[in-house]
């Protein structure tokens, strides 16, 4: 809005059906201006962004299951390192994909003022476009939404292609396969799905010599199935 004040969501609202009334003004000190409704938990983050960041129009948070797992994976490295992909071009001011970019990763905290003063010196990086919160989620942002929004889906790196998203992973140290499907009739219990698929569960386990295995069902109506 200017360099005093901002919207954010209003506490509680369902992210994915947010309408005007689901927002909130607030000073860059996090404080509701002319309203007893209470502001996001987070609200310092957003704020902090849109003071060291002043072109800053917009800031997107979300709470992928990937961001999740990958943030504390990486939580000891403390970034996470893009090299050579084409969707780095998706960043304000990236023109080649030969280039590097970090995505930082800080531990995560219920003390806003504290996780204010961890993050504060990661936006002395000019190519700084979001970062990770360990085991929490990713803040990204941009001039507006579009833009803020074209730098979340670049750090996604979301991909239908099987082969994109394995080689992707690869460089993370992550293996990723798609298995042809097979029916299950109508026993779809854990042990019948690992008899279904023992071949290719045999050989993972010799290349890589796991001591279990286990099934995880996503369905349509799972809560993360989105991320």
């Keep these: 809005l200017d360099s005093e004040h901002c919207h954010v969501t209003v506490s509680g609202r369902d992210k994915g059906k947010l309408g005007p009334d689901d927002f909130m003004l607030v000073d860059m000190q996090g404080m509701a201006v002319q ?30 299951l990937a961001q999740t797992v990958m943030s504390m994976r990486y939580e000891a490295s403390g970034f996470i390192e893009f090299t050579g992909y084409e969707l780095l071009k998706a960043f304000r001011d990236v023109a080649t994909h030969q280039t590097t970019l970090r995505l930082p990763i800080v531990a995560n905290s219920q003390d806003m003022d504290a996780l204010c003063t961890a993050l504060a010196p990661l936006f002395e990086d000019d ?28 750090v996604l790196f979301e991909s239908g292609d099987g082969a994109v998203i394995a080689e992707t992973l690869a460089g993370l140290g992550i293996g990723f396969e798609r298995w042809p499907v097979r029916d299950i009739a109508d026993d779809n219990s854990n042990e019948a799905i690992l008899a279904l698929y023992k071949p290719e569960i045999d050989r993972l386990v010799s290349e890589n ?19």
């Design 35 to 64: 309203s007893d409704r209470r502001a996001s938990a987070e609200t310092l983050l957003h704020t902090q962004i849109y003071r060291l960041r002043p072109d800053a129009g917009a800031v997107l948070h979300t709470h992928s």
């Design 209 to 227: 010599g796991f001591r279990s295995v286990d099934v995880v069902s996503i369905n349509p109506e799972h809560p993360e199935r989105d991320a």
């Design 127 to 154: 190519r700084l476009y979001g970062y990770l919160i360990a085991g929490h989620g990713i803040y990204s942002w941009g001039r507006d939404v579009a833009e803020a929004k074209r730098h979340l889906d670049a």
